[in-house]
């Protein structure tokens, strides 16, 4: 059974950094699978972060995000990583890492395999 487990939520003020990992068990993925950070705060729609092929290409960031958090991959681990720098009261929500084995998906949920459980990130201002 696949599970995606991911941590290092928590509450920070404005312009500090956290990162968010999320390690990855239950099956061996190809490196065309896609691996992303989606985020959905209180009353509002789940929203596509970022993406990364498990081989550490083909990386796409939501233009909210660009130049501020950072996708990464560590395939000895299985993890991905969202290192999060300059954040945002309006960055704050529950991320979420999600998985797609086929490579094929977008930029939004519908399709995304497997999902994690969330973890919360708190921006006070």
């Known amino acids: 059974q696949v599970q995606l487990v991911e941590s290092g939520g928590g509450l920070v003020q404005a312009g500090g950094s956290l990162r968010l990992s999320c390690a990855a068990s239950g099956r061996t993925f190809s490196n065309y699978a896609t691996m992303g950070w989606f985020r959905q705060a209180p009353g509002k729609e789940r929203e596509f972060v970022a993406r990364?092929?498990?081989?550490?290409?083909?990386?796409y960031y939501a233009d909210s995000v660009k130049g501020r958090f950072i996708i990464s991959m560590d395939n000895a681990k299985n993890t991905v990583y969202l290192q999060m720098n300059s954040l945002k009261p309006e960055d704050t929500a529950v991320y979420y890492c999600?998985?797609?084995?086929?490579?094929?998906?977008?930029?939004?949920?519908?399709?995304?395999?497997?999902w994690g459980q969330g973890t919360q990130v708190t921006v006070s201002s």
């Open positions: 990364i092929r498990w081989s550490g290409g083909g990386i």
């Open positions: 999600a998985a797609d084995a086929s490579g094929v998906v977008g930029v939004v949920p519908l399709g995304w395999d497997y």
